[in-house]
């Protein structure tokens, strides 16, 4: 099975690296307020049940793909029974 982890700053979070892109596109006359930058994570799973996928991705975002004091994630799946 294949899913996708998004990862992003959680709002009110410092976001050096979106308040370059935010300042970089008003620069180039694009009219943002604001702009966030997160990671996308896509992983191959050894398992076709949906539920045993989303347990261990929730497990591996908490442990090592995102840090739950400052970033928010979203799984999303693809494929399974």
Do not use: W
Not at 2 to 24: C, S, W, Y
Not at 35 to 45: F, S
Request: hydrophobic residues 45%; without cysteine; aromatic residues 2%.
């Amino acid at each position: 099975m294949k899913a996708t982890v998004l990862i992003r700053p959680k709002q009110g979070i410092l976001d050096p690296q979106g308040e370059a892109v935010g300042e970089a596109l008003r620069t180039l006359g694009f009219a943002v307020s604001g702009a966030r930058v997160g990671r996308l994570v896509d992983i191959d799973l050894d398992t076709e049940d949906a539920g045993e996928a989303e347990a261990a991705l929730d497990r591996m975002s908490h442990e090592l793909l995102a840090n739950p004091m400052i970033e928010s994630f979203t799984i999303e799946l693809e494929g399974g029974a």
